[in-house]
């Protein structure tokens, strides 16, 4: 659901007031029955409790559950009411109360101690239990490795998991230490947030004691189990380690991990000004994970699946090794040693990781190009998020842990990383960064706010920071500038930027510095004639400066992306990027360029089929590796308009044919260029659609073809599998079948499953419908979200319709049944949507009628109608056929 601007931004200081308030209120009813934690209930329980220490003990068994022990001991401010300790779907064996063993009432999610069996001041609170290990990425998640049965286990808490592992005061600003010990098999190793005291042998099993930890929020604390295999650096200031499954470990270089680890260390503690405070730096390969990677402190967890290369790494896997490493790593800091108090504050953790994360890669590995990096990838989806019908603002009120998630997206954070790289530049470098350290400094070990971190960076630039907080915090929406000038004589005249707000309900118009440059087209070379730096904000700032300069081919108002804001070029400008794309030198304006056209495709301005003709010509042409991925994706993001849409089909074989070819020449081109060669053979394989290439990518298979040094591995054989199955090619299913009997990873399982959903047979269909909409299915959560995302490819069109009404019918009932997990996931990938007047008009119905769905999937359908309209429009703008 959509909050009006101003609404969100009074729900998101009230929520702020309730913490401020909660000490002098009392409790105002009892805590609802359900297995979420309110805001008003967190912070009613923030203002009793305080100096949280934990006692854990866990028995791992590799079966599938596991059995502990929390003593929790805290200080009590008063006996007015009952406490609730979180504990989900357990067996509860005794809860010990100051010694005494209490009949605690316990409703599987929280448990409930009586006034009368509590003191004031200190208590010691003993939860004795047993539970099954969580398999949907959450808790304390368990995983049977199918290559060899050897069983893992890892744990992720976040948004307010760590209840589903161990009896907890499960919200952010009730930190606490960990003192931990563990009964787990003897080939196991295990890791926390500190290293180990003592590992002591017990028989078939060994028993680790572990350091206290320092204070952390229980989100930020983890416990790692396994016959992990493990690799050493000890050539740092702290001891580095990493962990993987035996099966997987051939696929990892560490050499290449310890290294950015290593380089990012050293330029966190000079930035921040503070030394990193964990002691040791673990990093875990973990499979089933939910998302990219997890901050655990001391401990961080990275999605296997993102990281293992049954090859050597491409440049651009390197790099997003590095990005990710950086990003868990500033966390560290800003998020692990300085806390949010509530979930409305996880996005400052987010966008401050992927700000600095950025920062970190750029000025400390060799990628020195990861602020375009970041502007291709995750500023982009930022802008197509901020002009989605639910964008919202940076900051939203977060009622209960249930919404935690509901909008963690690219708004929260690539936006919110480049309004603090906006802010960087309004302030100056070293004031941005000395209002950072002074932040960190102030509120270590502690939970912090929006407005203690606002209030350190006005304080260091002696500003005012209220205004542009209001703005570009709690106002949703991107702004688009474009650049309005006269030529008269050869030269400029009345240069301006001009600012629109995104609608009359989004009407905020915001101030930030830019970069306003004109280029001029000379001997086949767009060449940079003036670049003015400019604040500007209302709808009008006039740039005195520019005037008198020679009259340009192209101006472009936020050169080197200073900016958070849509580009919209004038008239000549744009026929100068139609046109001349090749002939601009800067691969980060060429980018912008791309990204403007692209633009114009997305806003039904540019026909799509022209858009094509402009890749045609000059794709072939980038010799940016970086950028040319980029490109890429959005020739693939054509060719899947094109599937959807219902168009003359001698004009998309044509087409098709014409991007195919376009691919298998870039890969014949580059020949012993590893990375370029790879970047179009991944171009190719994902265009090829027609007989030809399809048996080409058969060939590659079966050694037949040749593919100019081209190595396929097992990796790309699943991706050429996939292609074919999703395609109907003969015997595609038999491939599957055969491939699956080679390779019995888990990453082999996935892609099997992958490769079967896609493939254009009705009864498949209905038969992994079935399975995904079983919410009791014993498939492995991770394999039901590879269903999910794989069953209707954009061509499929009349499949997809022939359970269109079904799907959509169920969605409510779905909604309740499961959790937000299944929900993100099935909501994300399952709507119906066809690119039709008829799909769109069965959308509308849908969310004029299902407005008791929760916030996500309720957001899920409206997105899914907004895209659904759009690939509309973008079919009516084509100049191409259409049937």
Known sequence: MNFPARRVMALAIASAFVFGSAAQAAPSAPRAEN???????????????????????????????????????????????????????????????????????????????????????????????????????????????PVDGRVYTYSHFEPAAAHQMFAVFDQPDLKATYTVTV??????QVITTT????????????????????????????????????????????????????????????????????????????????????????????????YGAMENAGAVTFA???????????????????????????????????????????????????????LATAEATEFKDAWQSFYQTGKGAAYVQDQKVTTHPIEVPVPSSANAFDNIDAITYSKGASTLKQLRHLLGEETFRKGVHNYLVKYQWRNATLQDFVKSLGDAAGRDLSGWTREWLYEAG???????????????????????????????????????????????????????PVTYKGARTAVPA?????????VYPNYQDWGFVKVQLDQRSFETAKTSLAQVEDPLLR??????????????????????????????????????????????????????????????????????????????????????????????????????????????????????G???????????????????????????????????????QGAAVAATVARPDPKVKAEWLATIEDHKTKLPFSKVRTAMNHLYPAEQVQLAEQTADKRLASLPALDKATGPVYMRAYSSAMIPATCTPQSVQRLSRAADQMKDLSAFTRRSLLDALQEDQRCVAIRKTMTAPKS
Not at 321 to 339: K, N, R, S
Request: include cysteine; aromatic fraction near 12%; glycine fraction near 6%.
């Open 591 to 708: 980018a912008m360029l791309w990204q403007s056209l692209w633009d114009g495709v997305r806003d039904a301005k540019l026909p799509l089929d022209e858009f094509i003709k402009v890749a045609l010509n000059n794709a072939p042409q980038e010799k940016d590796y970086t950028l040319l991925g980029d490109v890429v994706g959005k020739i693939v993001a054509s060719k899947n308009y094109l599937d959807a849409m219902n168009l003359d089909q001698a004009y998309v074989k044509q087409t098709t044919r014409a991007l195919e070819d376009m691919a298998w020449k870039g890969v014949l081109a580059y020949k012993g260029n590893d990375n370029f060669q790879r970047r179009w053979f991944g171009a190719y394989l994902n265009l090829a659609s027609s007989e030809d290439a399809l048996a080409r990518l058969a060939g590659l298979l079966d050694g037949k073809q040749d593919g100019a």
């Open 478 to 532: 991107v702004n688009t500038i474009a650049a309005s000038y006269t030529c008269q004589g050869g030269k400029i005249g009345n240069f301006a930027l001009a600012q629109s707000a995104p609608s009359k309900e989004l009407p905020t118009l915001r101030e930030q510095r830019v970069q306003v440059a004109a280029f001029k087209l000379d001997g086949g070379k767009l060449s940079l004639i003036k670049n003015q």
């Open 304 to 358: 296997e699946a993102g990281f293992l290369y049954k090859a050597a790494m491409t440049a651009e896997q390197k790099q997003r090794l590095a990005a990710v490493i950086m990003h868990e790593m500033a966390h560290q800091w800003f998020g692990d040693l300085v806390t949010m108090k509530w979930w409305n504050g996880l996005w400052l953790n987010e966008s401050f990781a992927s700000f600095m994360g950025t």
């Open 546 to 554: 520019l005037n008198g300069s020679a009259c340009p081919d192209l």
């Open 35 to 145: 297995a979420y934690l309110s805001q008003e209930d967190a912070a009613i329980r923030a203002t009793r409790v305080s100096n949280v220490d934990y006692v854990l003990d866990f028995t791992l068994t590799g079966k599938e559950s596991f059995a502990g022990t929390t003593t929790a001991s805290f200080d009590l401010k008063d006996l007015d009411a009952p406490l609730t300790i979180d504990l989900d779907k357990a067996t509860v064996k005794s809860v010990t109360v100051n010694g005494k063993k209490v009949d605690a009432r316990y409703n599987n999610w929280f448990i409930t101690i009586a006034p009368k069996d509590l003191v004031k001041g200190r208590n010691t609170v003993v939860v004795d239990y047993e539970r099954l290990h969580s398999t949907n990425g959450e808790g304390l998640h368990r995983m049977v490795d």
């Open 710 to 748: 081209l190595q396929i591995n097992q990796d790309q054989r699943w991706a050429i599998i996939g292609r074919l199955s999703r395609f109907g090619y003969p015997n595609a299913a038999a491939l599957v079948e055969a491939e699956a009997a080679r390779d019995k990873s888990d990453s082999g």
């Open 183 to 188: 009964t787990a098999p003897s080939d196991w």
């Open 195 to 290: 290293r180990e005291t003592a590992i002591a042998d017990q028989g078939a099993n060994r028993r680790w004691t572990f350091k206290t930890t320092k204070k952390l929020s229980p989100y930020n604390f983890s416990l790692h189990a396994g016959p992990y295999k493990v690799w050493e650096d000890n050539s740092a200031r702290y001891p580095m380690r990493l962990f993987a499954r035996q099966s997987v470990a051939p696929q990892v270089t560490p050499e290449d991990w310890f290294r950015y680890t290593k380089n990012g260390l050293v330029f966190f503690e000079d930035y921040f000004g503070i030394p990193y405070q964990f002691e040791k730096y673990d990093q875990l390969l973990v499979p089933d994970f939910l």
